[in-house]
C-alpha cells in the first residue's frame, strides 16, 4: 500500500498514503513550500509531512 512513502513515525506502520491539504494553515503551507506532501497513516489515521520529490525524481 505504501509507495515508498517510508512508515508512520507514530505507529511505525508502512501502510502511509498521501493525503489532501487540510485548512487555511496546510494551503499555505504547500504555497510557500511545494517540495512538501502531505501523508495519513492508513492504520492509526496520523497525519504527517515529509519532503516530496520533483518531477525528475529529485529531491
Known sequence: M???FGSCPQCGSEKVLRSHR???KEKVLKLLTP????YRCHKCGARFIREGRDNNGAK
Open 2 to 4: 505504501s509507495d515508498s
Open 22 to 24: 487540510k485548512g487555511v
Open 35 to 38: 517540495s512538501i506532501r502531505f
